[in-house]
């Protein structure tokens, strides 16, 4: 039933973009699910490897970065740093942190390589 109920929430914040909202609180979700800080966080234990509710949230906002940068080269850093629910510095220390390079350096690198096609 755990595992159910985490996919639920992790589809809802997905689907919803939950994670844009740059004042989501844990409490936000617990509210919507009916359950309480204890049980959110040995939801996130259990199926996140460890994460916290932040933590959490910045990786799903990471993964649909990296795929907006990706998918959508038209769209601006900032635009993608707001659609993220990020600001633009916010988001290059995050992306850099997470995968090692800036944004820019990140689609810079996606460009040369469609270059070379």
Avoid: W
């Avoid at 600001?87 to 992306?95: G, S, V, Y």
């Avoid at 850099?96 to 800036?102: L, Q, S």
């Amino acid at each position: 039933m755990d595992k159910n109920l985490f996919k639920t929430i992790d589809f809802t914040i997905r689907t919803e973009a939950l994670y844009a909202n740059v004042n989501l609180m844990r409490e936000d979700i617990m509210q919507r699910f009916g359950i309480g800080r204890h049980r959110l966080n040995n939801l996130l234990n259990a199926h996140t490897n460890g994460m916290t509710f932040p933590q959490y949230i910045n990786a799903i906002r990471m993964e649909v970065a990296y795929d907006l940068l990706t998918s959508h080269p038209e769209m601006t850093i900032t635009d993608v740093a707001r659609q993220v629910g990020f600001t633009a510095p916010n988001l290059r220390e995050q992306f850099k942190r997470c995968y090692g390079i800036t944004p820019a350096e990140y689609r810079s690198g996606l460009l040369s390589d469609l270059e070379d096609l």
